[in-house]
């Protein structure tokens, strides 16, 4: 029996969807821990490409017990959707294939419509770059005592109670502040008398299950979403996002004990990336035609935004963040094969900010604008790697490229993915194995 977290340590879109995806086949439970759609893992198993936003990715596996932890918040729509595009491809979701925490909030009609006139009232300089998914102000609610759970569908009368009150305070605050147009009760009412139907069967208690099933020894993996600088606490703030992204939510978020954490396994990507806005010290600048190869070679758009995601080299400040702040025991370095032709790699070791050197992300947000990275270099390889299924098999440049990895973030790499294919990936240490 393990338990094992697997998080982002970049900006996110490091490829957790992947990695959880071919963990869970040694997994018997899969638990989502953070996060809302805003955030998206992209799979592609024989060929066929799979995007989720909120259903953990094991959910491709019919014999697995799959969870929404009390940390996530759920946009009941966008869940339904997921769930009628899974049936459609022949894997019916059923309440035994899920579990919904009935502590886990519920985004509202009303905050997907203030995250939008928030950002629209921003000037451009001070956009944070949400996707107006309503993320931020479902959060908000939640910390402020006035959010509306999972839980409530079973009981609609005290749902329809809080909702009354959330719609008067909320549309307050879209006409006086925002000017913008009012959210209506009746209309939410009954769209949510129809959510609540479907998913009432699904919403029980996530943090008693996971108990028993480690009392019965079985696997548990907790799937985060985004990545270690995008943490409310611990990230480029504010160009962040709106929960905790570290292992440590883990806990938090599935009601799971801190003492029962086997394993953090750290999803790297070979190179960095960042969506949005905020702070990217080692971004090599649109146009270049390095950062523009990479960005075309590695189908670097948003899994939810279809944003183009900016790209830069490995950065190991920022990788060595992701170690000291989640504890990890192990690394998946993914996108490997995305590096395949350059001649030369560059990892950025340390920063400048205005003379002073800095080995981990300055927390004030106008020093980490201004960071320069320290680079080194190592000669690249041309081989394409996406046949490779044995790292023995890997050029010994790319070899060498990974074990510098593992010397300077102090973690050795237990997984190196090297193409999109769940078969495309190399294990070199089983988490689970015993």
């Known amino acids: 029996m393990a338990s094992v977290v697997v998080i982002g340590t970049q900006w996110g879109d490091e490829g957790k969807g992947k990695i959880v995806d071919l963990l869970t086949g040694h997994a018997d439970c899969i638990v989502r821990f953070q996060g809302g759609n805003n955030a998206g893992h992209t799979l592609v198993v024989a060929g066929k490409k799979y995007v989720f936003h909120i259903i953990p990715s094991g959910i491709l596996y019919e014999d697995k017990r799959c969870m929404i932890g009390n940390g996530v918040i759920i946009d009941p729509g966008v869940l339904l959707e997921e769930m009628e595009e899974l049936r459609g491809h022949g894997l019916p979701v059923t309440p035994a294939r899920l579990l919904i925490s009935e502590n886990a909030h519920l985004i509202m009609p009303y905050h997907r419509m203030l995250d939008q006139a928030r950002e629209a009232a921003l000037s451009s300089g001070k956009k944070i770059g949400t996707t107006g998914r309503g993320i931020g102000p479902c959060y908000m609610d939640k910390v402020g005592r006035v959010g509306i759970k999972a839980g409530d569908l079973l009981d609609f009368s005290q749902f329809l109670d809080k909702l009354q009150a959330n719609v008067e305070e909320k549309n307050f605050f879209l006409t006086k502040q925002y000017n913008a147009a009012p959210a209506c009760f ?89 969506v949005g806005s905020g702070p990217f010290p080692s971004e090599l600048p649109e146009g270049d035609a390095i950062g523009d190869e990479l960005q075309r070679k590695g189908g670097e758009f948003g899994a939810t935004t279809g944003r183009r995601r900016r790209c830069g080299w490995l950065d190991m400040v920022v990788a060595n963040d992701a170690v000291r702040l989640n504890g990890l025991t192990g690394l998946a370095i993914t996108k490997l094969d995305v590096l395949s032709g350059q001649p030369t790699l560059k990892i950025g070791l340390s920063y400048t900010v205005e003379g002073r050197r800095f080995d981990q992300m300055p927390s004030n947000i106008r020093q980490a604008a201004l960071a320069q990275p320290v680079y080194e270099e190592m000669p690249g390889w041309s081989k394409e790697l996406s046949k490779v299924r044995d790292f023995s098999e890997l050029p010994q440049q790319a070899k060498d490229y990974i074990r510098r990895i593992e010397d300077l973030a102090g973690v050795p790499p237990m997984i190196v993915s090297v193409g999109p294919d769940r078969a495309e990936t190399l294990l070199l240490r089983n988490p689970f194995a015993k």
């Open 186 to 274: 009746d209309e939410i009412k009954a769209q949510f008398e129809a959510h609540a139907e479907r998913l009432m069967p699904f919403i029980g208690n996530v943090s008693v299950e996971l108990d028993q099933a480690r009392k019965a020894g079985k696997n548990i993996l907790f799937e985060g979403a985004q990545g270690t600088q995008l943490d409310i606490d611990h990230g480029t703030y504010p160009f962040v996002t709106s929960s905790n992204t570290v292992a440590g939510n883990a806990c938090i978020g599935s009601g799971f004990g801190p003492a029962h954490i086997d394993e953090v396994i750290g999803i790297l990507k070979a190179y960095t990336t960042r």
